[in-house]
């Protein structure tokens, strides 16, 4: 049976950073956050997932955008419904080390002009993000 995946994201953005990981299997980069489970709220799935992925609470603001993407890897069928909010944490500091939670991913602070030259998990999603950041740095 195919699914469609309900994926919440978080977008933060700290001093010119954005706070990414990167799939240490697939080497695309992507933004914290994760699969929304049955009967949980997308701002909930992000507030868990970030807990899971960054190790501390964050809080979930506006809603920025939402995605679709369609994509096979290993053999299986994806179709992703991607929402992304806007986050922020105090926890989290540009001039401190992240701590790595999950061996699969490691966290980083990408510098915002180097946005457009990594390998995003979706081109669409990235396109989007090298607008947003223009517009909260001018």
Not at 75 to 92: E, N, Q, S
Not at 95 to 117: F, K
């Amino acid at each position: 049976m195919r699914s469609i995946e309900v994926i919440g994201r978080g977008v933060c953005v700290k001093d010119r950073h954005l706070l990414v990981y990167q799939n240490m299997r697939y080497g695309y980069f992507c933004l914290p956050g994760g699969h929304v489970e049955w009967e949980e709220r997308i701002e909930a799935a992000i507030r868990r997932e970030w807990q899971e992925e960054v190790g501390c609470n964050c809080r979930v603001g506006e809603f920025l955008k939402h995605f679709e993407s369609f994509f096979e890897r290993e053999g299986k069928k994806h179709h992703h419904c991607v929402f992304l909010y806007r986050v922020t944490c105090d926890a989290v500091d540009v001039h401190q080390p992240l701590r790595r939670m999950e061996p699969h991913i490691a966290l980083q602070w990408l510098p915002i002009e180097q946005i457009s030259t990594c390998s995003f998990i979706s081109k669409e999603q990235q396109d989007f993000l090298c607008e947003y950041v223009k517009s909260l740095t001018c």
